[in-house]
């Protein structure tokens, strides 16, 4: 039925009309949930060095999906002319959303005429119906003044005035929460300081992107004794994930650009149901040596969960750190296999490995020792029936063969993909690590590079900031307006205070006043 089809007026040819669109919309409707389901299962990917060709894949699976759920506007709307058309077509009544009930509420109230109008009496209030839409309001600019006023004792002629209060950046016109927003929208929102300048200057504002570049580092620079806190805080954990991800960096003089290394470290225990904060921090290194994370490391003790980047291998030397495998690693390197050369025997392994996480999915957020026993109990069997059928399997084959050193590849750490069959609160992958990559893939899109080894420096700092709130479930903006009108006077011996978990309550009962108020 074409778009420009015009409406009969015969009330048995509407509803035909409205059948068919009924069969079009629900054939519509699933290839939209079709669409859903494999973009969700593309963003749970890796985001590592395809993550640029799996951006690509959801960005052509989204605008399919725009381009359906408008298709599917339009349909709604000629089903409403139709039904308006159709007077004896029984009335549809449009699905209700509930609306989130922290939002204000502006009435417009509508009054009907206070007469009858057919008999020009006063009519009498019967009650009301009320519908509620969702608008945004754009974010306004403002300035605010703080103003200190002055007072003199008229005996002794002695004059009194409040002391300013601190600022994060002093002499600056850039409040907190001017600088809270720049900053999440740059780290969080991946939009460049130059988009931002773009956008300001629509509400008749310069915002210059030297300035905010330089503000950018002025706040990297105060927040540095916590990001340090932050760091701590992460490597006291008893189990790491971490990973890493290339970077491009602007190289100085000839305008090229050189490859860096951001690597992640997670602390996140809650599937193993630890009621800690979850932490993220991040560290920028000019290349990947295996000297970065062993510095980065250097201290920590307990069970480091990562990809087997031989970078690693030094620090599991001497035993105080454990390597725990990741399956969604030894998984992939079997599906490539099977995606180019399908077989019953690949797909039997990936069944049985699709079993090791179906049961992790049953006990996620128990406790550890339950986790330990649930694994003992059923995972630790079927692993060995895996490593028998790799074994087996590899006998067969030639040694340069894909399947082979698809097989290989696991059975070389077979120990550090079982490790998390002997400690409940080791995880079956390091999809965590993966996760808190995705925001370095995004802003990797939209930035093409980092300015230089600095820049790289000062976003792995906001991402640490940024990403411990997202995990914490924390408004990164509202912390980071809190953080900047406060640690500028906050004793550095206390810096723990400012930790995202630790302000949280804070935020959710109220915001904080502009600087200077009383």
Request: hydrophobic share 40%; with cysteine.
């Amino acid at each position: 039925m074409s778009d420009t089809t015009p409406l009969p007026d015969d009330i048995d040819a509407l509803k035909a009309m409205l059948a068919e669109a009924r069969a079009l919309l629900a054939e519509r409707d699933l290839v939209i949930e079709q669409l859903k389901a494999q973009i969700d299962k593309l963003r749970r990917m890796q985001f590592g060095r395809k993550s640029e060709q799996l951006d690509r894949q959801i960005t052509q699976l989204e605008t399919e999906l725009e381009d359906l759920s408008a298709a599917r506007g339009v349909a709604d709307m000629r089903r409403a002319h139709a039904r308006a058309n159709a007077s004896t077509a029984t009335a549809e009544a449009a699905p209700k959303e509930a609306l989130p009930s922290h939002l204000s509420r502006e009435d417009h109230v509508l009054e009907p005429q206070p007469e009858c109008p057919d008999c020009g009496q006063p009519m009498r209030a019967l009650g009301e119906d009320v519908s509620e839409q969702l608008a945004r309001v754009a974010a306004a600019f403002k300035v605010i003044r703080t103003i200190r006023r002055k007072m003199v004792c008229p005996c002794c002629h002695k004059i009194t005035q409040p002391l300013m209060p601190g600022l994060p950046i002093e002499r600056s016109i850039a409040h907190p929460s001017l600088l809270a927003d720049i900053l999440v929208s740059k780290f969080a929102d991946h939009q460049p300081l130059y988009r931002q300048a773009q956008i300001a200057a629509r509400d008749g504002v310069n915002l210059d992107p030297a300035s905010s570049g330089r503000w950018v580092g002025q706040c990297e620079a105060l927040c540095e004794p916590l990001t340090d806190a932050l760091r701590r805080y992460t490597m006291a954990a008893f189990k790491l994930h971490a990973d890493d991800t290339p970077i491009p960096v602007l190289a100085p003089g000839n305008k090229k650009t050189k490859t860096g290394r951001l690597w992640v470290y997670v602390r996140d225990d809650r599937r193993s149901g630890s009621t800690e904060p979850a932490s993220v921090w991040f560290a920028y290194s000019p290349n990947r040596q295996g000297i970065h994370p062993q510095t980065h490391l250097a201290g920590f003790e307990g069970i480091l969960q990562a990809d087997a980047f031989a970078g690693f291998n030094e620090l599991f030397a001497d035993g105080t750190v454990r390597e725990a495998a990741c399956w969604d690693h030894a998984r992939r390197k079997l599906y490539d296999v099977h995606v180019r050369t399908p077989s019953q025997t690949t797909k039997e392994v990936l069944d049985m490995i699709g079993e090791l996480y179906g049961i992790e999915a049953s006990i996620r957020g128990s406790p550890a020792n339950e986790r330990l026993r649930v694994r003992q109990e059923k995972s630790k069997p079927l692993l060995a029936t895996i490593e028998t059928w790799m074994q087996t399997t590899l006998a067969k084959l030639s040694k340069k063969s894909e399947t082979a050193k698809a097989i290989n590849y696991s059975l070389n750490q077979w120990n550090a993909l079982t490790l998390y069959c002997e400690d409940g609160r080791v995880e079956i992958s390091n999809v965590l690590a993966e996760n808190a990559l995705r925001c370095v893939a995004l802003g990797r899109k939209n930035f093409m590079f980092a300015g230089s080894d600095s820049g790289g420096e000062r976003a792995a700092a906001m991402y640490s900031l940024i990403g411990s709130c997202k995990l914490n479930d924390i408004d990164p903006r509202a912390y980071l307006t809190h953080v900047l009108a406060h640690i500028a006077d906050h004793k550095v011996n206390r810096i723990d205070e400012l930790l995202p978990w630790n302000v949280a309550d804070r935020l959710h009962k109220s915001p904080d006043p502009p600087i200077g108020a009383t």
